[in-house]
């Protein structure tokens, strides 16, 4: 699985595993111990987590949230800690995670998201978090630039 076939329905908990598109929408199915299916039709926002980004103080002004979940991932493996923390102790995860995330756009909801989100994927898809080998420093031909 990628983050691209990772989708969050707004106004609904949860992740998705986007199966297949419909003549109505898409077929969708949660990622969790159910495997619900469901059809979410097109007057429903559908989000593919590899399009989500996170707002930064960069000259870029956002990271995408497949890099910041991959920071997570190496930093923590799995255990944040912060599952029942209070406000100050999620801005400082996400301080301490993504250290030019714009404070005054990123909302303690983002981060509880975030957290709840990264949560799901290590559970159910743990090798999107993975560094890809695609990212080498091989040139086409097949030599290694230095």
Do not use: C
Not at 39 to 48: D, E
Not at 58 to 83: C, N, R, W, Y
Not at 87 to 113: C, G, Q, T, W
Request: aromatic letters at 6%; charged letters at 30%.
């Amino acid at each position: 699985m990628e983050f691209k076939e990772i989708a969050a329905v707004s106004g609904k908990p949860g992740l998705y595993k986007v199966l297949k598109p419909s003549r109505s929408g898409v077929i969708l199915e949660s990622l969790d111990d159910k495997k619900a299916k469901l059809v979410v039709g097109t007057s429903q926002r559908v989000s593919l987590l590899n399009e989500i980004s996170i707002y930064t103080t960069t000259e870029e002004g956002s990271t995408p949230l497949h890099e910041v979940m991959k920071t997570i991932e190496q930093e923590f493996a799995g255990d944040t800690g912060v599952e029942a923390a209070d406000n100050d102790e999620l801005k400082a995860f996400l301080k301490h995670v993504l250290p030019d995330y714009d404070e005054s756009r990123v909302y303690v909801s983002d981060i509880k998201k975030l957290i709840n989100w990264y949560t799901i994927v290590r559970q159910q898809a743990p090798e999107v978090l993975q560094e890809s080998t695609d990212e080498t420093s091989e040139s086409g031909d097949g030599s290694v630039e230095s």
